[in-house]
């Protein structure tokens, strides 16, 4: 299992534009095979933070969702209305 937390720092101007584009992305891949979760949160203290917290059965998944339509244009034009580089970081369930 793999779990990844994709952190976006949007644009004060651009949120609501960015959450339509994330809510369009969580659509679509909760029909992904593999996908077991796909999550997107607002951070409490500064809504220009936001979160997506995937789960993926397989790294054949998440290969699969990466290179997927959807993700492919809805990803960069988050990551357009952001004020610096999203962070993507990926975790191995250990126990």
């Not at 990803?75 to 610096?84: D, G, Q, S, W, Y």
């Amino acid at each position: 299992m793999i779990k990844i937390i994709a952190e976006f720092f949007v644009k004060t101007e651009s949120v609501d534009e960015a959450e339509r584009l994330a809510k369009e992305l969580v659509a679509e891949t909760v029909k992904e095979a593999g996908c077991i979760a796909y999550n997107l949160f607002a951070d409490n203290a500064d809504n220009t933070h936001i979160v997506i917290i995937e789960e993926w059965e397989s790294q054949e998944a998440l290969d699969i969702h990466s290179a997927s339509a959807h993700f492919s244009r809805l990803v960069p034009a988050i990551a357009n209305l952001c004020e610096k580089e999203p962070s993507v970081r990926a975790y191995t369930k250990l126990a």
